[in-house]
């Protein structure tokens, strides 16, 4: 639990690169949409599952599973579950 609200606090840090968003949009089939506000509302919906492992926090909602580098914040990748 811990572990989880330290990315919260964080959440305004998240973001990803301009590779990323193509490899999101591909693997979750998403157009015109904001990736990075979308994963951050996936990341803040109250039944999401947060847990820390290794270098990477994963985050499960709604069938999909987010990538999220521990110490930079950014979105590696996200993908049907």
């Known amino acids: 639990m811990k572990n989880k609200q330290i990315l919260l606090d ?3 840090n998240v973001h990803t690169t301009k590779m990323g968003i193509e490899r999101i949009k591909k693997n979750l089939k998403l157009e015109n949409v904001n990736i990075v506000e979308y994963c951050k509302n996936k990341i803040l919906d ?3 599952n947060i847990f820390l492992k290794g270098k990477n926090w994963y985050c499960e ?3 999909i599973i987010i990538t999220i580098n521990y110490n930079s914040y950014t979105i590696i990748t996200a993908h049907k579950i």
Do not use: F, L
Request: hydrophobic share 20%; with cysteine; net charge neutral.
């Open 46 to 48: 109250k039944n999401c």
């Open 10 to 12: 964080n959440i305004n």
């Open 61 to 63: 909602a709604d069938n």
